[in-house]
């Protein structure tokens, strides 16, 4: 059984779209966060939030945590081909000394 | 500009050999590293924390004797997969963690392992 489930796990628009990325559990997260991958590389991370009903903005970006710190969401306004890649988040769970749990991941492909 | 560095970023071998695998923190002292692995348009799956000084913490289906994980100092730790086979083939990724405390993880450009 999967912790983090996201969705949707395929994401394919136009630039210029908006599109929003959804991360769910049943388990409290201490912190989570947002990662993109692109192929052959590792993630990078793109922000963490750790209070309930945070929100953050990253440009374009606009990160979530939901008010019990059990789902977080991502939404992207005007997505750009450059926005391409997978998205990951990964929750940390409280007295886990660090580790992280990743989501299924949501793969974005954004065409021109 | 990286402050994970992993080596080798690609490795191609015969069945039977072993492959190290070194994970550096380059500007920062990571007393926990992470080691995962990940399958092909899969997430990341958590293998084993790296913890400098002591003995890693495998999880659970995790063979320990088959990925040796050593942290000898606070910037690098190795995982070296003993006698690979063709199904140990997989992008395997560490990050680190900084000592002393920021949220996330730093992660490296990952290693593919490809087992012929």
């Known amino acids: 059984t999967q912790l983090l489930e996201q969705s949707p796990q395929f994401l394919s628009i136009q630039e210029g779209e908006n599109l929003t990325v959804y991360c769910n559990s049943s388990s409290v997260f201490s912190s989570l966060q947002w990662y993109r991958q692109e192929p052959g590389e590792g993630p990078v991370l793109l922000v963490t939030v750790v209070t309930g009903g945070e929100v953050k903005k990253l440009k374009r970006l606009t990160f979530q945590f939901g008010d019990a710190r059990k789902d977080s969401s991502l939404h992207i306004t005007a997505a750009q081909p450059g926005d391409t890649g997978l998205y990951l988040c990964?929750?940390?769970?409280?007295?886990?000394?660090?580790?992280?749990?990743f989501g299924t991941g949501t793969r974005l492909q954004v065409t021109l | 500009g990286a402050v994970v560095s992993q080596h080798p970023s690609r490795v191609i071998c015969k069945s039977g050999t072993s492959v190290k695998i070194e994970c550096r923190s380059l500007d920062f002292q990571a007393t926990t590293m992470f080691w995962y692995r990940q399958f092909p348009k899969k997430s990341l799956m958590l293998m084993a924390t790296s913890n400098e000084g002591s003995k890693a913490t495998y999880e659970q289906g995790v063979e320990k004797d088959k990925f040796l994980i050593n942290h000898a100092s606070l910037t690098l730790s190795t995982l070296t997969v003993t006698s690979a086979h063709p199904e140990d083939s997989s992008f395997y990724i560490c990050?680190?963690?900084?000592?002393?405390?920021?949220?996330?993880?730093?992660f490296g450009d990952g290693t593919r392992l490809s087992i012929l």
């Open positions: 990964a929750g940390e769970l409280t007295g886990t000394a660090s580790k992280l749990t």
């Open positions: 990050s680190a963690r900084a000592k002393f405390g920021v949220y996330g993880q730093h």
